[in-house]
């Protein structure tokens, strides 16, 4: 008997990879019809600019529609504070049981109530003596469970039972915590927004710079026509 399980992570493996193969080959064929006709003097180095920006729209326009979200879906954030009242240095990963998984992992953390936009860092918050932090995060996905308290080499957690109005968290000694299990100190590891922000910030850069080389390219052409109908 098949293990249903298998047989879809290979299928999706086969599908991902089918994809890249599609992909590449497209991709080289844009790139060498553009450097034909840039050798043909067909095309201009701002025309082929202006074509890879317009190709780049779809990203701008994700960009901004997910930049707007962050305004209209906000009423699923909460808030809670961490205090570190110990003697020591430390860094906290605030973590939760997601519903699709049912796995622990870093809490989607945001920005703010409003807008709710994802920070770029979930893991690792340093936390000086009697230093303080606040957090928001979106818990329509997620159960938040406790926190990963890192101290040096030494790791614990720190449980909590999270309302939907704001709480806060003290913590007097590294002594009073509980163990952190492999899972926990796994899940400091990993969770950084930066490649969704590059992405954000690339689709919101081409908007002026499409704006901006479109301008430069009617102008241009405007020149062009006028000269030879002054020509003629």
């Given at each position: ?45 701002k025309g082929i600019l202006l074509i ?181």
């Amino acid at each position: 008997m098949k293990n249903k399980d298998n047989y879809k992570t290979k299928s999706f493996g086969y599908e991902r990879r089918r994809k890249r193969k599609v992909s590449l080959p497209a991709l080289l064929a844009i790139a060498q019809t553009l450097c034909f006709m840039l050798k043909m003097k067909r095309l201009t180095k701002k025309g082929i600019l202006l074509i890879l920006s317009g190709l780049t729209l779809l990203i701008s326009g994700i960009s901004v529609l997910f930049l707007i979200s962050g305004f209209i879906y906000s009423n699923w954030i909460v808030s809670f504070s961490f205090t570190n009242n110990t003697d020591s240095t430390i860094e906290i990963t605030p973590v939760g049981i997601w519903h699709s998984s049912e796995k622990l992992g870093p809490l989607p953390l945001s920005i703010g109530e409003n807008p709710s936009w994802p920070t770029l860092r979930r893991t690792n918050f340093k936390l000086t003596k009697g230093d303080s932090r606040t957090f928001f995060f979106d818990y329509d996905d997620i159960n938040m469970d406790g926190i990963v308290i890192k101290q040096d080499d030494f790791y614990g957690y720190y449980p909590v039972l999270l309302g939907f109005e704001k709480d806060a968290f003290f913590l007097k000694s590294l002594k009073h915590l509980e163990p952190a299990t492999p899972e926990m100190i796994e899940s400091t590891d990993s969770g950084n927004n930066w490649k969704l922000w590059t992405f954000l910030l690339i689709g919101l850069i081409n908007i002026p710079l499409f704006i901006g080389l479109l301008r430069s390219y009617l102008r241009e052409k405007s020149k062009k026509r006028h000269a030879n109908i002054g020509y003629t």
